[in-house]
T-cell receptor
Framework: AQSVTQPDIHITVSEGASLELRCNYS??????LFWYVQSPGQGLQLLLK??????LVQGIKGFEAEFKRSQSSFNLRKPSVHWSDAAEYFC????????????FGKGTMLLVSP | GAVVSQHPSRVICKSGTSVKIECRSL??????MFWYRQFPKQSLMLMAT?????????EQGVEKDKFLINHASLTLSTLTVTSAHPEDSSFYIC???????????FGPGTRLTVT
């Protein structure tokens, strides 16, 4: 069965500092990988996705993520965090068949300090 | 593009009554829609997968008679919480998927409070 681990429940970053949110997955092959962001009381917005090809994926809002097969990881990064980035971030995996469901990690809450 | 709406955004109902939540894909046709439940400060728990014109597939532990899902068209799926109880209070989120690929687009969620 596939699973996703986000080891950090919450992270605090100073505004302007860089950010890296960790995501590790367990799956028999290379899955489809996603990062979503959720603001309080809102639904989820897709930041970026990896299906195949270039392992460094660019997303919206200045985010990027790097797929590392050897480490079964898909960490999310941003070079300079803005206060508006404070939110909950979810990593998700899906089977590369095109029609399966997604499995979400437990999420990482990002807090941005002035 | 790829906008998903939910209605209502929040609802308060009395214990024992039923509540219907609508999920609509506004600018695309979604052959598959998903219903999730999210408890405070927790991740999303998939409740069921809904395919247009067929019965929903429920995840283990989800009562199909309590959480009725109907996917009558390519743009509309509904979740009805029947005989609601306070423990059904939660944040319910739907998502819709384009015909191919894994990308799901999420609605803004519905906050259900059962008193």
């Amino acid at each position: 069965a596939q699973s996703v681990t986000q080891p950090d429940i919450h992270i605090t970053v100073s505004e302007g500092a860089s950010l890296e949110l960790r995501c590790n997955y367990s799956y028999g092959a290379t899955p489809y990988l996603f990062w979503y962001v959720q603001s309080p009381g809102q639904g989820l917005q897709l930041l970026l996705k990896y299906f195949s090809g270039d392992t460094l994926v660019q997303g919206i809002k200045g985010f990027e993520a790097e797929f590392k097969r050897s480490q079964s990881s898909f960490n999310l990064r941003k070079p300079s965090v803005h206060w508006s980035d404070a939110a909950e971030y979810f990593c998700a995996v899906g089977a590369p068949t095109g029609y399966s469901t997604l499995t979400f990690g437990k999420g990482t809450m990002l807090l941005v300090s002035p | 593009g790829a906008v998903v709406s939910q209605h209502p955004s929040r609802v308060i109902c009395k214990s024992g009554t039923s509540v219907k939540i609508e999920c609509r894909s506004l600018d695309f046709q979604a052959t598959t829609m998903f219903w999730y439940r999210q408890f405070p400060k927790q991740s999303l728990m998939l409740m069921a997968t809904s395919n247009e014109g067929s019965k929903a597939t429920y995840e283990q532990g989800v009562e199909k008679d309590k959480f009725l899902i109907n996917h009558a068209s390519l743009t509309l799926s509904t979740l009805t919480v029947t005989s609601a109880h306070p423990e059904d209070s939660s944040f319910y989120i739907c998502s819709a998927r384009l015909d191919r690929g894994q990308e799901q687009y999420f609605g803004p969620g519905t906050r259900l409070t059962v008193t």
